[in-house]
């Protein structure tokens, strides 16, 4: 008996050995996480653990992550998009001068932004799928252009204010329901229901596939570990809501991510549009003969990446309540890292939403924290390039030892 | 003092969960061409990387000797140092450099930060001069055929002073005539004292040349033989070494009853993409009929693999020609259009165009087929791994699941999972370019299998193979590709490899 108990623990740790070994990446980027903040809240004397900043951190995790979303499809089929930071301050522009010097609707513009994301995304895509312009050099000049096009519309002046729907986007939080409903802090009834959904819904598939995977006899984790999986990512995914909870609420641009995010990992696991597109990263050859449509593909891939750089566009705009010329500025960067920093091949072919949303958290994790810190600006820049080539290093070094 | 130039004692070199080589010894003498045989996965790659330094001293155990020297090399760099050069299946060479830029790559002649290209031009001549290579020290690589450029990774390995020679699989790309050319080369080389260490799957030129023969066999070593001596061995011997047992037949020949005509291609003509007033196929007419195996044979770069490419839309333009699946004329531009219609192409370039190696079985053997397998574009996950699963079963692939990425399977594996692919999207003409290149024996038997079966089933197999025993063996007709043309089509009884070859080389039928 205690034998058996002995057997079944050590098969355990082997598997948790292989696990740690075979999935460094994605440990290294929980705990790149984990140790960013923990040297924030040294640094920052507990300010950077404060509900308030986290909730803040939240709002400005929100845009780098939408982007990273779209930006995970691109690298994954073999792209690059260096565009979406000019993308973001046109479309951002756009959207504010629609409403300010035009009065629309904010319905009406969200809707006339976000197709306008997607038809820049025609546009790139064109030249890249159907033209074979590599996209580094087509999103290489879309930096160049939208971002004239965004200094031309804006005539350098900043746009604003912007009606309260517009700005909610981007600033505002779901309501509470029957408790504090006139409070600002404190317990928020909404939120809350909303984070046992989410907890609920993980366990629920979770069990699901388990269940699934023993019906066809795939190897499953053993039950301590299985439980302790379980455990570890529901306590994860209250600590991200509980900051929330117990602050102002969930923010709808943390609402509109998280849809995203379900969409896109129900896109990337049971689409053939997503196969495809990992097919297509992974051997673009074999991809062709399989009979895949390479080029409508890409056209999609950066349809859909207009379209989020957009979504994110309205989201920025919003949380700053106007439109700048230097809106997005350099935003490429940090969803880039992200992505790869979320465990992206650089080669494509390889990577995960979730993990590119984990990437977000840590660069926005960066920017606060370092902003929080009076860090200037010359010197952020230069730590989170520093960033980028070390993650991308990482990458790249974890995959040739397991190779 | 030991006789042997080279001597590997006890080599035992593990890998997560496998052991590569399993106390391996071999001992090579000076001045002799010795060739290194057996199945894939047996071992022989791993022994060269060991002797190479690529797999470093302290990561295995046993010793290496050079010359009764004890060597222990850390790097590649240490074991040219003392003469031995690997020549690998896929070339190292630079394609958009020119053959003296190649000959003297990382070891340029002249001055240090200078390069002297009049000395490096000479002595270019002179190496070339020697493996009577013909062409300029200035000609780009890319420009080239296969056959020369395989001389000038020797000519390489010869500037670099090198006295022990590896070659892997050196003809696997080669057609006959350059491999005869190789072949011969090789001799010369050894007749002026040069070590060549032979790795080959093609047990007719080992026959013909080696004069020592070890056969590897699970990662230990079979046999040594002298192929002077008594202990000779035949084709037969070998094979048996290689496999532990008898093989009495090579190739499962069943006979096939052809019914009617499925496909006919009646004068296609491709253009050639390099050159634009080359025809690549020329004019090309041919039938395929329910139930055959129709064999397509000729000289590597012979147009064939581009005759099939731009059938299944995906090669080339085309300049002329017709194509009709049961009576119906088909308009294929692309692939997608060609496995609508029923074609399927199985690729001769496995890894490169056949399969994407970062996904697993499950979602490899899908690809082609998914659009039978969803639903509004959604997979239905169920279905895919049910028929993932029936694939494993049935072509009988190793694999400890699903689950298990391609890039870890063997050859043989990876090509029944391709074949596999293919055969779930119901074909009606299955099209296999080299089916059986670079797998081991065991599994090109259960390949022969598959396509004996497939044919009862009623589909319609074109096989190209550049292996002649392969094509005479296995096709029910072959017809014959010379320069892009149609060049004569053999029934099997009748089909000879003289007659065959004959064809090949552009002669015409008495």
């Known amino acids: 008996m205690s034998r058996s108990i002995d057997g079944q623990a050590s098969a355990s740790m082997q598997i948790l050995q292989n696990q740690l070994k075979h999935n460094v990446r994605q440990y290294a980027m929980f705990i790149a996480l984990i140790g960013i903040g923990i040297i924030f809240t040294v640094l920052t004397n507990g300010i950077f653990l404060s509900p308030r900043n986290l909730s803040n951190l939240l709002l400005q995790t929100s ?224 991809a062709l003969l399989s009979g895949i449509n390479i080029k409508r593909k890409t056209m999609a891939i950066f349809v859909i990446m207009g379209a989020l750089s957009g979504l994110a566009g309205l989201v920025f705009t919003a949380r700053l309540n106007s439109a700048t010329a230097s809106a997005g500025n350099l935003f490429e960067l940090d969803t880039i890292a992200a992505v790869f920093i979320g465990g992206t091949s650089m080669r494509g072919g390889e990577g995960t939403i979730v993990g590119a949303i984990v990437g977000a958290l840590v660069m926005a994790s960066l920017n606060n924290g370092m902003g929080l810190m009076n860090v200037s600006s010359e010197y952020q820049l230069i730590v989170k390039g520093l960033i980028l080539v070390l993650a991308v290093w990482f990458d790249i070094s974890s995959r040739s030892n397991n190779a | 003092m030991s006789d042997h130039i080279l001597e590997m004692k006890n080599i035992v070199k593990e890998f997560p969960g ?166 011969s080369i090789l001799r010369e080389l050894r007749d002026r004292g040069v070590t060549c260490i032979y790795i080959s799957h093609k047990l007719g030129e080992v026959l013909e040349i080696a004069d020592t023969v070890t056969v590897l066999r699970d990662g230990k070593t079979i046999g040594t033989r002298d192929m002077h001596g008594p202990e000779r061995l035949d084709e037969a011997g070998i094979v048996s070494l290689m496999v532990g047992r008898e093989l009495t037949e090579r190739f499962p020949r069943v006979e096939h009853t052809p019914g009617e005509v499925v496909l006919q291609v009646r004068d296609w003509s491709v253009q050639d993409p390099e ?60 692939p997608l259009d060609a496995i609508r219609a029923g074609l399927a192409y199985v690729t001769e370039d496995r890894k490169g165009k056949g399969l994407v190696l970062g996904m697993d079985v499950r979602e490899n053997t899908s690809l082609a087929a998914l659009k039978y397998l969803s639903r509004f574009s959604i997979i239905n996950r169920l279905e895919e791994i049910r028929r993932a699963e029936e694939y494993v079963k049935s072509l009988r692939i190793k694999t400890p699941s699903i689950e298990q990425k391609v890039k870890n399977l063997s050859g043989g594996n990876q090509q029944k999972v391709v074949l596999g692919k293919w ?34 089933k009623g589909v319609c197999i074109v096989m190209i193979s550049s292996e002649l025993p392969e094509v005479l063996g296995m096709s029910d007709r072959v017809i014959v590709i010379h320069q892009g043309r149609l060049n004569g089509e053999l029934h099997w009884s009748e089909a000879t490899q003289e007659k065959t070859m004959l064809l090949a080389t552009g002669g015409t039928e008495k």
């Open chain 1, 63 to 286: 845009f780098i992550a939408i982007l990273s979303v779209g930006m995970v499809l691109v690298i994954v089929g073999g792209h690059i998009d260096l565009s979406v930071g000019s993308i973001v301050g046109f479309t951002g522009a756009f959207a504010a001068i629609l409403q300010v010097n035009y009065g629309y609707s904010t319905l009406t513009v969200v809707v006339l932004t976000l197709g306008l994301g997607a038809v820049i995304g025609v546009w790139q895509g064109f030249w890249i799928a159907y033209r074979l312009v590599p996209a580094f050099i087509v999103t290489l000049a879309g930096m160049l252009i939208f971002r004239g096009a965004l200094i031309a519309l804006t005539g350098g002046q900043t746009i604003a204010p912007l009606e309260p729907a517009f700005r909610a986007i981007g600033q505002g939080y779901i309501p509470r329901l029957f408790v504090n409903t006139e409070a600002t802090s404190g317990f928020h009834d909404l939120s809350f229901i909303v984070a046992l959904l989410a907890i609920a819904g993980f366990i629920f598939f979770e069990m699901k596939t388990r269940l699934r995977r023993k019906r066809h006899g795939f190897s499953n984790l053993p039950v301590p570990l299985f439980v302790a999986k379980i455990v570890a990512v529901a306590a994860m995914l209250w600590m991200f809501f509980s900051v929330m909870v117990n602050y102002r609420g969930i923010p709808y641009s943390i609402m509109i991510l998280m849809a995203l995010v379900l969409l896109f990992v129900y896109i990337t696991n049971n689409t053939t549009f997503g196969r495809h597109v990992y097919a297509i990263g992974g051997n673009r050859e074999a």
């Open chain 2, 275 to 334: 050159n634009s007033e080359k025809r690549i196929v020329d004019n090309v007419s041919f039938d395929v009929r329910k139930g055959e195996i129709l064999g397509v044979a000729g000289l590597m770069g012979a147009g064939r693999t581009e005759l099939m490419m731009s059938l299944f839309g995906a090669y080339g333009k085309r300049l002329s020609g017709t194509m009709l699946l049961n009576g119906q004329q088909l308009n294929i531009r692309s």
């Open chain 2, 18 to 183: 496998v052991r590569a080589l399993d106390n391996v010894s071999f001992q090579v003498k000076p001045g002799e061409i010795h060739a290194l045989v057996g199945e894939n996965g047996a071992g022989k790659s791993t022994l060269i990387k060991v002797l190479s330094g690529v797999h470093p001293n302290g990561s295995y155990q046993g010793q290496i000797h050079v010359d009764g020297q004890e060597q222990r090399f850390l790097h590649i760099k240490d074991s040219e140092n003392v003469g031995i050069a690997v020549i690998y299946q896929e070339l190292g060479l630079v394609p958009q450099m020119s053959v003296v830029e190649n000959l003297f790559l990382g070891a340029e002649k002249g001055r240090a930060y200078r390069i002297d290209w009049d000395v490096a031009n000479t002595e270019a001549l002179k190496y070339l001069k020697e493996l009577r290579l013909d062409v300029s020290p200035k000609a780009l690589i890319r420009n080239l055929g296969i056959g020369k450029q395989q001389l000038v990774e020797i000519a390489k390995a010869l500037a670099k002073k090198a006295r022990i020679l590896v070659l892997d699989e050196p003809t696997a790309a080669l057609n006959e005539q350059d491999s005869a050319n190789l072949l």
């Open chain 2, 423 to 456: 055969m779930l999207t119901n074909p009606k003409v299955l099209i296999l370019d080299e089916p059986t290149r670079g797998i081991d024996i065991g599994a090109k038997f259960e390949i022969y299998n598959i396509m004996n079966d497939l044919v009862e």
